[in-house]
C-alpha cells in the first residue's frame, strides 16, 4: 500500500494541469495549488499515506457527510421531508430546481439540502450549539480531538454570502426553514470550515466502510443498514453534476468539497482521503479524482 500511495503522490506532484482553485471564498482562493495528500485507513486501524497527508485544509462539503448522518441519529428518516434524496445534474449552488420542485433540495450533498439539514437539526437550538455538537461528533468519528473550525474561512464564507443566503431564503419562502436563516446560515459556515488532514478525514470516515462501525476504535456510529445509505447517497450525489463521472472512473461512494478534498469509501477496505485544492469545472478536486481512480486501479477496490 505504502508503495502504493508513494507512486500516486509522484504521479500527482508530476500533473502540470492542477485545475483552478475555488475563488469564490477568498480564504481558499489563497491556497497553494500544488500541494497533495493521500490518506488510506484501515479498518484495522493502519494507516498509510503519502504527500502533505497531515496538512488540514478546510473540508467544505465533505462535511455534509457528517452533517447528514448526525442529523439521522437526532431525527430519522424525517429529515426526508424538506431533503430528497435524487442526483440533482445542476451545480452545487444551483436555484433552477428549487423552484421547480417547491423549495425542497434535491439531496442533502448540494448546498441547499445541507441548508435544509442544519435547519432541521437545530431544533430551537442556538447555533453555537448545534456547532459545538457537529464538532462534537466529527471529533468522535475521527477518535480526534484536536480538530477544530477555521474560523477564518467561515468569516470568509460570510462576507460572500449572496448566493446561499439566496438559497436559503428561497427554501423559506415555500416554508421550508424554521430558523432564522442568519443563524442556520451561521451554523452551515462553520461546519464547511472544519479543518482536516488527509489522514484525520480517512479515519473520520471508517465506520462507513465497516457497516457503521469504527472498528479501530469499536465504536458503533450507525447501523448497518444506515451506512448502507449513507454510502448510496455519497455515489449518487457526492459530486454534484460530476456524479456520474466519478462514479464511472472512481466508482466508490465519495463527497467532495471545494476545499479540494474527497473522502471515499471503499466498503470493507478502506476509507480514503485525497486532498489537491485545484478544481474541476464542476468544482470537484481534479487531481484528486486522479488519485483515486489510479488507487481503485491498484487495488480493485471499485464496487463495481
Ligand atoms: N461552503 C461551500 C459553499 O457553501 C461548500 C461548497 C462545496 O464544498 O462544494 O459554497
Redesign the pocket.
Known amino acids: 500500500m505504502q508503495n502504493i500511495l508513494n507512486d500516486i503522490a509522484e504521479t500527482i506532484q508530476a500533473q502540470k494541469q492542477r485545475g483552478v482553485v475555488a475563488d469564490y471564498?477568498p480564504e481558499l482562493a489563497a491556497i497553494d495549488p500544488k500541494q497533495f495528500g493521500i490518506a488510506v485507513a484501515l479498518p484495522t486501524g493502519e494507516i498509510y499515506s503519502a504527500g502533505c497527508a497531515q496538512q488540514l485544509f478546510s473540508i467544505?462539503?465533505i462535511s455534509k457527510v457528517f452533517s447528514l448522518t448526525l442529523a439521522l441519529g437526532k431525527i430519522g428518516d424525517a429529515i426526508w421531508q424538506n431533503v430528497g434524496r435524487e442526483p440533482s445534474g445542476d451545480p452545487?449552488?444551483s436555484i433552477v430546481q428549487l423552484e421547480k420542485e417547491h423549495g425542497k433540495p434535491r439531496n442533502p450533498f448540494i448546498?441547499a439540502g445541507a441548508i435544509a439539514v442544519v435547519d432541521a437539526i437545530m431544533m430551537g437550538h442556538e447555533p453555537k450549539e448545534i456547532l459545538a455538537e457537529i464538532l462534537q461528533f466529527v471529533r468522535y468519528i475521527a477518535n480526534d480531538s484536536s480538530i477544530a473550525i477555521d474560523e477564518k474561512v467561515a468569516l470568509s464564507?460570510l462576507a460572500t454570502a449572496h448566493r446561499?443566503t439566496s438559497l436559503a431564503h428561497f427554501m423559506a419562502s415555500f416554508g421550508r426553514i424554521e430558523h432564522a436563516i442568519e443563524k442556520v446560515l451561521g451554523v452551515?459556515?462553520h461546519q464547511?470550515s472544519i479543518s482536516m488532514s488527509c489522514e484525520q478525514l480517512a479515519k473520520a470516515g471508517l465506520f462507513l466502510v465497516s457497516e457503521g462501525v469504527n472498528q479501530s476504535t469499536g465504536r458503533r456510529v450507525v447501523s448497518a443498514h444506515r451506512a448502507r445509505r449513507i454510502n448510496s447517497l455519497m455515489m449518487m450525489c457526492g459530486h454534484y453534476d460530476g456524479s456520474g463521472e466519478f462514479a464511472y472512473r472512481v466508482g466508490l461512494p465519495g463527497k467532495?468539497?471545494?476545499?479540494g478534498g474527497i473522502l471515499a469509501i471503499a466498503p470493507n477496505n478502506a476509507s480514503i482521503a485525497v486532498w489537491s485544492p485545484g478544481l474541476d469545472k464542476l468544482?470537484n478536486s481534479m487531481l484528486g479524482t486522479i488519485a483515486l481512480e489510479m488507487l481503485v486501479q491498484r487495488t480493485g477496490w471499485s464496487v463495481f
Not at 467532495?256 to 476545499?259: A, E, F, K, N, R
Open positions: 471564498i467544505q462539503s452545487f449552488n448546498n464564507e446561499n452551515y459556515y464547511c467532495s468539497g471545494v476545499g468544482g
